[in-house]
């Protein structure tokens, strides 16, 4: 936005906290970010990012890191306001900033010169769409609305200050029709009857409203369920995060329609004392072939490119690169843990993208209606907001044959089923079939990172919202990685790669299989026979395994300590039974 900023925040967080349609408080104001169609003209801050796997599952042709500029030339990221709704603490008149003679921010009440309280109520649907709450269809239990300037019907806001509860907030007209409060407001289905989608899409400006059969549902506007980014992050995994294949990136343009490669090398002056001219070509033709396969780019083909790039031995060269990993051999934790396969990443490069968000519930892979767009379908741009990190991180494999074994035990399957089950039910409500089957070896696998995540924390230097998690687990996966999250000071110290080269790996991971056997919430928290978003979890909670969700894959669901560790009533339950410390 062109002009004096209102407010700041950093890089990142515009891909996974406030990216585009996310609701962002400055000081008394609410805003939205807006869409890519609205966004200034890149100045010469822009920073272009390539992570050419990422390019071809998506579909475009490069990542732009989010605008960040003081200069009132080149602005920066704009936003619009919302909620459009508005009331005065003076004089509890509820109505649109327009209709109190606000002109600019922040936003006063033109006749009590009081600055106005944004609505604290929004509605959304799962397809998307967001718009203010109707107050008016609430309180005249929906009729149609006259309009807010309308001199018959002024609505009033007034909080009588004895709780912080809804039956406390009443609204009012000078209709004289009898006040109610926003008593249940909030409940699944307390607007059936009374308001209907009205698809509006306020981050994408001065749009059509969308044709939406979805019922809308009543939410404060800082609820996390507002606004899910739906983030498609990849590691930069060779061949692609070798130098030589950066150089032809950058050239790219000129060589891939080159008829002679080596002239046009030669003209180019690439080649030197790193990069010969034969290596050149080798990376031009390897991309070349690239662009014109049909290669797998699902979310499952890219995970599984990765496990064998984090399985091979990738020396460190004196070139630039972006992936470094080299084996780790430590006969305790394969004999103890049944870990066989421990490598230090000592470099690695992630980008993440927002390709889209959803509210109400976490995107799904196999429902894009749930998927709100960052732009219009008639601007689809060649390029997404994407930031990049550079860290480290120690991977685990675990050993596929003990595994095998443990995982078709039918105890251990009565003990997910459940889990699966709820799974499926969140799938069924949208008339849906389930992405995937959720297994005990990826239950199981997911806890275990949540478990040593923390116990990192706790040794590394490193908080636990800098860690993150990535899993690797099907019929052929059984690993996870565990690496640095974060682009600022807590970026790449060494400490992860450190839990490994410091002998105390096993150590470490019995301690941390022992602090979880145990829970603050105990004996409710292991007994229990759900918990979590949509009864996903099982003995799972903020004492023991849940992390800072920006820490997991998965959204703190599909987790379950007692396939760790076993129960009180089934001791042998857990993978790594009797492999604790104590």
């Known amino acids: 936005m062109k002009g004096k900023p209102i407010g700041g925040v950093r890089r990142?967080?515009?891909?996974t906290t406030y990216g585009v349609g996310s609701l962002i408080a400055v000081g008394s104001e609410s805003f939205m970010v807006a869409g890519l169609d609205l966004w200034s003209e890149f100045g010469p801050y822009d920073q272009i990012i390539h992570e050419r796997r990422l390019e071809r599952e998506l579909g475009v042709k490069r990542f732009r890191l989010p605008p960040a500029s003081d200069s009132e030339k080149y602005g920066d990221v704009p936003v619009v306001r919302f909620p459009e709704m508005q009331s005065c603490m003076s004089c509890n008149r509820l109505a649109q900033a327009r209709f109190f003679g606000a002109t600019r921010s922040p936003a006063k009440c033109q006749k009590c010169n009081r600055e106005l309280v944004p609505s604290r109520f929004v509605v959304c649907c799962a397809a998307g769409h967001i718009d203010d709450f109707?107050?008016?269809r609430w309180l005249h239990k929906g009729g149609g609305s006259p309009g807010s300037d309308s001199p018959k019907h002024e609505l009033k806001l007034k909080a009588s200050g004895r709780s912080a509860s809804l039956g406390d907030i009443e609204i009012s007209c000078t209709c004289g029709v009898r006040p109610v409060t926003m008593e249940g407001a909030l409940s699944k289905g307390a607007l059936s009857g009374i308001s209907s989608c009205t698809g509006r899409r306020p981050w994408l400006g001065d749009v059509p409203r969308e044709e939406c059969q979805e019922l809308p549902r009543a939410m404060q506007r800082g609820a996390s369920g507002v606004w899910f980014s739906d983030v498609r992050s990849a590691l930069s995994i060779p061949p692609w995060s070798e130098g030589v294949q950066k150089l032809v990136e950058r050239n790219w343009n000129s060589l891939r329609r080159a008829a002679d490669l080596r002239d046009r090398i030669e003209e180019l002056e690439l080649a030197n004392r790193m990069y010969s001219v034969e290596q050149i070509i080798q990376a031009v033709e390897r991309r070349r072939q690239d662009e014109a396969g049909h290669t797998d780019t699902s979310e499952e083909a890219l995970k599984f490119e990765e496990y064998q790039a984090l399985n091979r031995t990738t020396e460190?060269?004196?070139?630039?690169?972006?992936f470094v990993c080299v084996p780790w051999h430590d006969d305790s934790v394969g004999t103890e843990l049944a870990i066989d396969q421990v490598m230090r990443v000592k470099r690695l490069r992630e980008v993440r993208v927002l390709r889209g968000f959803s509210r109400l519930a976490a995107p799904s892979s196999v429902n894009p209606r749930q998927r709100a767009?960052?732009?219009?379908?008639?601007?689809?741009?060649?390029?997404?907001?994407a930031i990049e990190v550079i860290g480290e991180g120690v991977f685990l494999r675990l050993d596929g044959a003990?595994?095998?074994?443990?995982?078709k035990r039918s105890d251990v399957l009565a003990r997910v089923a459940p889990m699966d089950a709820a799974y499926q039910e969140r799938f069924t409500r949208f008339g849906l079939p389930p992405d995937r089957e959720i297994t005990p070896r990826l239950v199981m696998i997911h806890t275990l990172a949540h478990a040593i995540i923390n116990e990192w924390s706790l040794d590394s230097g490193y908080p636990a919202a800098s860690l993150r998690e990535r899993l690797y687990v099907s019929d052929e996966m059984s690993g996870f990685l565990v690496y640095t999250a974060t682009s600022d000071s807590a970026g790449s110290l060494g400490g992860i790669v450190a839990q490994v080269e410091s002998g105390r790996l096993a150590t470490s991971i019995r301690t941390a299989l022992d602090r979880i056997s145990w829970c603050s919430a105990d004996p409710l928290c292991i007994e229990s026979d759900s918990s979590g978003t949509d009864n996903l979890n099982r003995a799972a909670c903020h004492s023991c395994v849940l992390l800072p969700e920006t820490s997991c894959e998965e959204f703190n669901v599909l987790l379950d300590r007692a396939l760790l560790v076993g129960t009180q009533d089934n001791p042998t339950l857990g993978f790594f039974a009797g492999a604790q410390s104590g």
């Open 134 to 136: 109707p107050y008016y």
């Open 402 to 407: 003990r595994l095998a074994e443990w995982e």
């Open 12 to 15: 990142a967080q515009l891909i």
């Open 316 to 322: 460190e060269k004196p070139e630039k690169q972006d």
């Open 373 to 385: 767009s960052l732009y219009t379908a008639e601007s689809r741009p060649d390029w997404l907001p």
